[in-house]
């Protein structure tokens, strides 16, 4: 690969890791193509960017950051990495539903980076993949935000309801 390659491949990575919400480091190591390619499209359903990656490029893209030298650890074998832009947990999401199948045995996961911080795969499945998404997140803030008026409005028509109980009750009692 030429030096003009390397260095805009390392400005793409370098690029990637800059917009990134979160990021989840893969080995892939014995999976087929047939899966590598079935984990790609569930990749890109969740708007996730998917990319195997040279462990020097990426060694050079994350130099001077904060992380490099907890993340350099995990830069060993083969590597994909996993972008997630908009939802953080989406990459972890998708990577723990795809393990329990059995196109994702062979699948480990080496490292996850959330906001400067390095998670070891434990926390990537136990805590990344079990943040709410970002869907979720909007639904219980809708709900939060209903309750009141809800409420508001129930106390509104309860003395109407109260009444109308009363004149029913009035006309069966006679």
């Not at 074998?77 to 997630?84: D, F, R």
């Not at 911080?117 to 219980?140: F, I, N, S, Y």
């Not at 409420?151 to 009444?163: D, I």
């Amino acid at each position: 690969m030429e030096r003009a390659e390397k260095e805009k491949q390392i400005g793409e990575i370098k690029t990637r890791f800059g917009k990134m919400t979160a990021a989840v480091l893969l080995d892939f190591k014995g999976m087929t193509v047939e899966h590598a390619t079935k984990l790609r499209a569930e990749f890109r359903k969740a708007g996730v960017e998917y990319a195997v990656v040279k462990n020097t490029l990426v060694k050079h893209a994350i130099k001077g950051s904060p992380y490099a030298d907890a993340l350099g650890k995990s830069l060993v074998g083969m590597t994909g990495i996993a972008w997630s832009y908009e939802d953080p947990s989406a990459a972890a999401k998708v990577v723990k539903a795809f393990k329990k199948e059995e196109a994702g045995e062979k699948l480990t996961i080496k490292a996850g980076l959330i906001e400067g911080t390095v998670l070891d795969a434990k926390a990537v499945e136990d805590q990344l993949a079990t943040m709410p998404g970002k869907d979720e997140l909007r639904a219980k803030l809708l709900a939060t935000l209903q309750a009141p008026l809800q409420n508001f409005v129930m106390l509104l028509n309860a003395p109407a309801q109260n009444f109308a109980y009363l004149l029913s009750a009035k006309e069966k009692n006679g």
